[in-house]
Nanobody
Framework: QVQLVESGGGLVQAGGSLRLSCAAS????????MGWFRQAPGKEREFVAA??????YYADSVKGRFTISRDIAKNTMYLQMNSLKPEDTAVYFC?????????????????WGQGTQVTVSS
């Protein structure tokens, strides 16, 4: 079993930055591929970024602005978000799957955090 807790959300002006954190506990963190997803009001949850032993992966909408990383020693994953836009406003979720390979689809992830709100004002 893996427990995930997100933090770092908030209100920021367009062009600003935020760093989200996802603290993991439970099974061996390093064995899991991890991802960030987001859900805007009235929309389906969508893939943002993922990290695995094979590398990092991003949705086209955030490529070049967001950076995913993780600190194995701290059992924590991060999402550095720069040049934020109003369309980035959403609840951001971290997720983990007991596999070394990443996925862009939410059904591939077994564990989810509760989400953290990110609001970008224009």
């Amino acid at each position: 079993q893996v427990q995930l807790v997100e933090s770092g959300g908030g209100l920021v002006q367009a062009g600003g930055s935020l760093r989200l954190s996802c603290a993991a506990s439970g099974r061996t963190f390093s064995m899991y591929a991890m991802g960030w997803f987001r859900q805007a009001p009235g929309k389906e949850r969508e893939f943002v970024a993922a990290i695995s032993w094979s590398g990092t992966y991003y949705a086209d909408s955030v490529k070049g602005r967001f950076t995913i990383s993780r600190d194995i020693a701290k059992n924590t994953m991060y999402l550095q978000m720069n040049s934020l836009k109003p369309e980035d406003t959403a609840v951001y979720f971290c997720a983990a799957r007991p596999s070394g390979s990443y996925s862009r689809t939410e059904v591939a992830y077994d564990y989810w955090g509760q989400g953290t709100q990110v609001t970008v004002s224009s």
